[in-house]
């Protein structure tokens, strides 16, 4: 096929930038409300509109040839994808979460406890990295109420400003991952496909050059 896919955040926190790239590399597309694919005008590229959670799969399976998604999600989901671009936007850390009257000096310190978090993969081999043994609760959302409600005596979760840890009560106590959107591709791309790909990546670095 002599087109990419390339699988974008439908709605979220990489969704507007991740289109503002593809618009600055010059590429034009109409994307309808509520439209879950779309096609370039100018540039053989295809738009598929996806959960980001969804995304590593899909390029692993060749569903989608590119995909646009944040580092921890892509480190979470273990796909054999390969990391082709960092992309400078939607910043954030992985970070554990304490009660801010916790006087918290290392990650020693949470050995024995339980942990509530949407990463298990991620935080379970930063744990063992560390030699703690530690109980994980997963769960997939508010999770820095946990603490609050007894589920679990620390969280481990995405942080940017920092403001949803202290309206919560908690501080960031040990960052585990820094984290940006990043350009994945799969690995099973044609000749042609690598050559498309190529050309998109000569546009992303021209806009990036110009930003600096
Ligand atoms: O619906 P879908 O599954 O596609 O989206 P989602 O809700 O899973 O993800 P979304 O849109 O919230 O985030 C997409 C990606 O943006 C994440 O995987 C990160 O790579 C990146 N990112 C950057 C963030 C944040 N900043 C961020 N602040 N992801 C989440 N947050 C949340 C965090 O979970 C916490 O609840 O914002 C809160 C903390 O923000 P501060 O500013 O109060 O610290
Ligand atoms: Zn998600």
């Excluded at 507007?16 to 590399?25: A, F, G, N, R, V």
């Excluded at 998604?69 to 979460?97: A, T």
């Excluded at 106590?173 to 990546?201: F, H, P, T």
Aim: aromatic residues 6%; proline residues 2%; neutral net charge.
């Amino acid at each position: 096929m002599n087109t990419l896919k390339i699988a974008i955040q439908k709605s979220g926190r990489l969704s507007e930038d991740s289109l503002k790239l593809i618009k600055e590399c010059g590429i034009k597309f109409s994307n309808g409300k509520g439209k879950l694919k779309a096609v370039a005008d100018n540039f053989p590229l295809e738009f598929l509109f996806l959960r980001d959670d969804d995304i590593p799969g899909y390029v692993e399976d060749g569903v989608a040839d590119l995909g646009i998604v944040g580092e921890n999600v892509l480190v979470e989901y273990e796909k054999n994808v390969k990391l082709v671009k960092k992309l400078g936007f939607s910043k954030c850390r992985l970070s554990i979460g304490v009660d801010r009257n916790w006087d918290y000096k290392n990650i020693k310190e949470l050995d024995g406890k339980s942990i509530a978090t949407s990463y298990p993969k991620i935080l379970g081999n930063y744990l063992k990295q560390n030699n703690i043994n530690a109980e994980i609760h997963e769960i997939s959302g508010s999770v820095e109420i946990a603490p609050s409600i007894g589920l679990a005596d620390a969280v481990c979760d995405i942080v940017s400003s920092g403001s949803t840890l202290l309206s919560n009560g908690l501080k960031e106590a040990d960052v585990i991952m820094r984290s940006e959107a990043v350009l994945v591709s799969g690995n099973n791309l044609s000749a042609e496909q690598e050559k498309i790909l190529n050309q998109l990546l000569f546009r992303m670095e021209a806009v990036q050059a110009g930003k600096n």
